[in-house]
């Protein structure tokens, strides 16, 4: 007999045009497994690199320290170098 009262977290609406994901389900890659679009993985985002801040001196108009904005940039550098490395590890885009 059919359980009408189930829900799967992770189903097919009808017509096969659309999956869902409910509230505790989850997708999976698993190991050498992709993501793609269109039957193609996304293309690699190179890791961001910052050139050193040049012309801050701390004095007059441009008060801020230089080590103080190499240090935001380096964090910056940081946190998307991790968003890409997710992306990567997901299968969204090719690893480099």
């Not at 389900?25 to 293309?43: F, Y």
């Not at 490395?85 to 299968?91: I, V």
């Amino acid at each position: 007999m059919i359980d009408g009262t189930y829900q799967p977290k992770v189903r097919m609406v009808a017509g096969g045009d659309q999956q869902v994901i409910a509230s505790g389900g989850a997708i999976n890659v698993e190991s050498g497994g992709k993501i793609l679009a269109d039957g193609t993985q996304a293309a690699n985002i190179a890791d961001v690199s910052i050139a050193a801040v040049t012309g801050v001196d701390g004095t007059g108009s441009n008060a801020a320290a230089k080590a103080d904005v190499d240090t935001a940039f380096s964090q910056l550098q940081a946190k998307i170098n991790a968003i890409v490395a997710a992306l990567e590890g997901a299968g969204i885009v090719a690893a480099s």
